[in-house]
């Protein structure tokens, strides 16, 4: 069923130092209930901050596939 809820782990590339966890959760919660956000900030390996991070979220299937095309 579509209601049924999932959890998925999501990776989130093409991000700047401009975007902070808090404006990602805002943006993701209308998709599902944002559980974790992870790695938004830490460094890369040449001390730069890194392009990508990752989400937790709470979802349907039907929210997470709208998700995933926008």
Known sequence: ???DLITKR???SGLTPAISP???SQRLSSFGTVKALDGFG?????GQPRKF???TL???KAKLARC???
């Open 68 to 70: 995933t095309s926008t």
């Open 10 to 12: 999501i990776h989130i």
């Open 53 to 55: 991070g990752y989400a």
């Open 1 to 3: 069923m579509d209601s």
């Open 22 to 24: 808090a404006d990602l």
């Open 42 to 46: 830490l460094p890369d390996a040449l």
């Open 58 to 60: 709470e979802t349907t």
